[in-house]
């Protein structure tokens, strides 16, 4: 079993950062990609950002400038670092973590609350 376990949410003020974690456990492939999405009240949940196991990042324009996704891979964790955080960013953020072999595997955290007050 896999489990993905996120810490770092919060509430903060317009201009305000926030550190999110997320570590994973469990029986993981090495080849993994690990990521941040979000979901707001009334929207679909979307994509923040990803980094490969390699240090490959791929991230939305809405958060490109202000976020930083990083990864300690002896750890299997990784972290979202949010600058100039936005009402906008308000949202519930989730963990993924996911490989491809013969099938793909995924895997998502229980979520935390990021809350931007303006």
């Known amino acids: 079993q896999v489990q993905l376990v996120e810490s770092g949410g919060g509430l903060v003020q317009t201009g305000g950062s926030l550190r999110l974690s997320c570590a994973a456990s469990?029986?993981?492939?090495?080849?993994?990609?690990m990521g941040w999405y979000r979901q707001a009240p009334g929207k679909q949940r979307e994509l923040v950002a990803t980094i490969t196991r390699g240090g490959i990042t791929n991230s939305a324009d809405s958060v490109k400038g202000r976020f930083t996704i990083s990864r300690d891979n002896a750890k299997n964790t990784v972290y979202l670092q949010m600058n100039s955080l936005k009402p906008e960013d308000t949202a519930v953020y989730y963990c993924n973590l996911r490989w491809r072999l013969s099938k793909e595997y995924e895997y998502w955290g229980q979520g935390t609350q990021v809350t931007v007050s303006s």
């Open positions: 469990g029986s993981i492939f090495s080849g993994n990609a």
